[in-house]
């Protein structure tokens, strides 16, 4: 196989790829975005909600 021909299809697929992430990424309406930030939120809030405050920040090195 000519390797200028199979660089071409291998830029092609991963194009496609590269479409396919961003037609469902960018291609929602408005309340699929807002449902989408919702669920972030109330995940972050969850996880914040079941931290242990007893545990230090950072390690400390001595």
Known sequence: ???RL???QRAR???TVRADENRRLFGR??????SDAAERS???KTLDGARRNDAPS????E
């Open 6 to 8: 199979a660089r071409k």
């Open 13 to 15: 697929a991963a194009a």
């Open 1 to 3: 196989m000519n390797l």
């Open 58 to 61: 950072e390690p400390t090195v």
């Open 29 to 34: 309406n408005a309340a699929q975005k807002a």
């Open 42 to 44: 109330r995940l972050a």
